[in-house]
């Protein structure tokens, strides 16, 4: 039995600035990874399968498991194997889902991201990175980004990826008031989509220096999002209002993030969003430097 983590993408700012002919749309977009994620764990199996656990499966359960990235991402890598005359036998695949779905935060994404690693690692299949990584843009804009794992910039539709080094991590609270927001609704809705591409990346070494740079950019989907669903600027309030340093919604939404000063401050800041708001999904975290681990466990 192999486990890998599936770790949420936070987009720290994302500006949108055109749209190809095929309606996706082009956007510049810096992008971290957080310790907290969704796990997701394959082994050996007379028939392929797919359970769901963790605390924030009951939304997906109720999908059809066909429809699940996991599932689509075992499928696309047995094809691509079998393709290549590698033999691809069935696998018992186990989620285990804590970040909230459909979300902005990339759970489905990096869930199958974990699931191409994984499987490739099982099956002992290792198509070049660049091949794996198309196998991960058929599966959606986002999933190239969470392969890579690791602090980038993103051009394109969120395919085309530069790698970029902080000198320090961030300490951060995420919350999502538990409304689904549709991506492709939220695009449609943006008012405008040649927005100026992202200034260079300043202060890479240096976090005061960094969230200054911070402050100057945006994330062109949250205007939209905002007016879709008017929840997602009380969780911005809420996060401002307990003491963070910045706050900003991720991807298309709802999920927002609020910087924090130190763990201290951001573990703080959820225990008294939690009891404000019952309701909502709180996560004190923080970025990681490093891709999401493999663990090999006793079968
Ligand atoms: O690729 P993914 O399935 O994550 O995208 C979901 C939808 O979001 C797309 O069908 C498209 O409507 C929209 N989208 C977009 N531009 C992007 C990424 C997604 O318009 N760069």
Redesign the pocket.
């Known amino acids: 039995m192999l486990t890998r983590d599936a770790p949420a993408k936070i987009n720290l700012a994302l500006h949108v600035t055109g749209?190809r002919p095929d309606?996706?749309?082009?956007?510049e977009s810096l992008v971290v990874f957080t310790e907290l994620g969704d796990r997701v764990s394959a082994g050996a199996a007379e028939d392929d399968s797919f359970a769901l656990e963790g605390p924030e499966a009951g939304t997906l359960a109720a999908e059809d498991s066909q429809g699940n990235l996991v599932v689509r991402a075992r499928d696309a890598l047995r094809k691509a194997a079998q393709r290549s005359g590698h033999a691809a036998p069935p696998v018992a695949i186990t989620l285990d889902k804590r970040l909230p779905v459909a979300s902005g935060i990339g759970g489905g994404?990096a869930d199958a991201a974990a699931t191409l690693t994984l499987l490739s690692d099982l099956w002992g299949y290792h198509p070049s990175a660049q091949e794996l990584a198309e196998i991960g843009l058929s599966?959606?804009?986002?999933v190239p980004m969470c392969l890579a794992g690791t602090p980038l910039v993103a051009r394109g539709?969120?395919e085309a990826l530069e790698p970029v080094e902080f000198g320090f991590a961030l300490d951060m609270v995420l919350v999502n008031p538990r409304i689904g927001v549709s991506?492709?609704t939220v695009?449609?809705a943006l008012a405008r989509r040649d927005n100026a591409p992202l200034p260079p990346v300043e202060g890479l070494e240096d976090r005061a220096r960094f969230l200054g740079w911070l402050e100057t950019v945006r994330n062109d989907l949250e205007a939209p999002a905002r007016q879709i669903a008017p929840a997602i600027g009380d969780c911005l309030s809420a996060l401002s209002d307990t003491g963070a340093l910045l706050a900003r919604m991720s991807g298309?939404g709802a999920s927002c993030f609020g910087i924090h000063a130190d763990a201290d401050a951001a573990a703080e800041a959820a225990r008294r969003l939690r009891q404000a708001y019952p309701g909502w999904f709180v996560a004190a975290t923080r970025t990681r430097s490093a891709p999401g681990r493999q663990v090999r466990q006793a079968s």
């Open positions: 749209r309606g996706y749309h082009l956007l994404s599966l959606g804009a986002d539709i969120g991506t492709p695009f449609k298309s």
